[in-house]
């Protein structure tokens, strides 16, 4: 396909990277939070009309640098969600100043396209960049408080760890063009399946790629910073870093490991399986001491992605079919589950675990929407996180990983411990807050969209699964 007739595929990307210069321009006239913040909804919902419909043929854009399958249609679907929900966050969040949000909604968009490059890059260079420039708007906007102390050493310690991981992954890349002669994904996967390789130098490129996207999922050992950047970022900005990356990071995961070097499956999955039970055990122990929730938050993020990486290790279609419904379930309930931090601590000021005593009794709607969250990660039936366990766990089970799915289980055991005991805060013990004030109206919104969202994937599954289905054509 030429240079020309590629443009209209990437229309959702042009579309986003207008309105974020817009944006941009507009906030030197208008700094209202609403009147911006629904501009920007208004271009991720453009860019969402504009999804290409031509991923049937699967052409390859652009010299085959990015795809358009259906595979890259549904992650393109799932970020565009996430950046509507966190625009919608970040309206009331108050935190936010209404002097910054054109920069920081500048910033958002940006993410977004570098996030949509991702999912579609069918070539190892184009993945280094598009993740890149995710990283590098990722260290901004955790650093957006600038007057944050906080703010600003969660920004430092995400900048290093990205640098380090980011090396890692280069250097990978780069014995992948030694070894291969090319960066392109099709070309490296028809010689990988004629056997055109050597063994020992394609486990080193394999493991040195598969370390760099630790980092982007927050898996061990690649985890380490998630706990103080979640913390220490403007809680808008945590909620968008802890589902965007996370996602895009699972789906070129899938796209380099699952299809392309599938062939050397036996290479790689034993270090995936380890990797896996050390993320899920590691993050819901430490997770059970937190006093803070956003800390308490962040480690179970990192369990979670334990959870997901099990589908992969297996490898099969259930289990990428289980990888891609956890990270939709996922998406839902964490999303949730930051948007109630922020209801919370606009009126009492506070992210400690202590401070949401009672409640219960001075904003129940509040507590129950956290509490339908917090029962979804858990993974309590009906709700969609249930399903997120029950697909991986089910998929490990038939491939013979029953090490994998038992140690799921018990870990899923162990994090209900410190998910109730945030319950058992809410609405046992006495209230400390005396009012809680006015609510955002957008944040609100947000919030009943992704309950709806928890609730609906949870009691009727299937919809979800044939859109699932549908996307799994690419493998």
């Known amino acids: 396909m030429s240079l020309v007739e590629s443009i209209r595929f990437i229309m ?7 309105g974020a210069i817009v944006i941009l321009v507009f906030s030197l006239f208008v700094s209202k939070k609403n009147v911006l913040g629904v501009f920007a909804l208004f271009a991720i919902a453009a860019a969402s009309l504009y999804l290409p419909q031509g991923h049937k043929t699967e052409p390859g854009l652009f010299f085959n640098m990015l795809t358009n399958d259906s595979f890259s249609l549904f992650f393109k679907e799932i970020c565009l969600f996430i950046t509507g929900i966190v625009i919608l966050v970040s309206i009331g969040y108050e935190e936010l100043k209404e002097k910054y949000i054109g920069e920081y909604l500048f910033l958002l968009l940006n993410g977004t396209i570098a996030m949509l490059l991702a999912v579609s890059s069918n070539n190892l260079l184009m993945i280094y960049l598009s993740i890149e420039m995710l990283s590098l708007i990722s260290y901004i906007l955790t650093a957006f408080l600038k007057n944050n102390i906080l703010s600003s050493e969660a920004a430092l310690k995400y900048f290093l760890f990205g640098a380090l991981s980011t090396g890692i992954m280069l250097y990978g890349i780069s014995l992948t063009y030694g070894l291969f002669g090319t960066t392109d994904l099709g070309i490296i996967s028809k010689a990988v399946s004629a056997g055109q390789i050597n063994s020992l130098v394609s486990l080193i490129l394999l493991v040195l790629i598969f370390a760099g996207f630790c980092f982007k999922c927050s898996l061990v050992p690649f985890h380490m910073w998630a706990p103080d950047v979640y913390e220490g970022a403007p809680t808008a900005v945590t909620a968008f870093i802890s589902v965007g990356p996370k996602a895009v990071g699972f789906a070129v995961l899938l796209r380099i490991f699952t299809n392309n070097f599938f062939p050397l499956y036996i290479s790689w999955v034993n270090l995936a399986m380890l990797i896996s039970i050390f993320t899920m055990t590691i993050g819901n122990v430490i997770a059970i001491t937190q006093t803070n929730i956003k800390r308490m938050l962040a480690y179970s993020s ?6 997901i990486l099990i589908g992969f290790v297996v490898g099969t279609a259930a289990g990428i079919e289980g990888v891609l419904y956890y990270i939709l379930a996922y998406t839902l309930m964490n999303l949730g589950a930051f948007g109630c931090v922020i209801l919370v601590s606009n009126f009492i000021k506070s992210d400690a675990i202590e401070d949401y005593a009672g409640l219960y009794k001075k904003d129940p709607v509040t507590s129950f ?25 089910n998929a490990a089970i038939q491939s013979k990983f029953i090490l994998l799915a038992v140690t799921g289980v018990i870990n899923s055991i162990v994090a209900a411990y410190y998910y109730m005991r945030i319950i058992k805060c809410m609405y046992l013990e006495e209230p400390k807050v005396k009012d809680t004030g006015p609510k955002s109206v957008p944040l609100q919104i947000a919030l009943a969209i992704v309950l709806a969202g928890v609730l609906i994937a949870g009691l009727y599954i299937a919809p979800f699964l044939n859109w699932i289905k549908a996307s799994q054509s690419f493998f």
């Open 369 to 393: 929407m956290l509490s339908i969250f917090l029962l979804s990660l858990v993974g309590v039936p009906p709700l969609a996180g249930f399903w997120g366990k029950f697909l991986v766990f």
């Open 12 to 18: 959702p990307e042009i579309i986003l990277l207008v």
């Open 302 to 307: 990192i369990a979670q992605a334990g959870y």
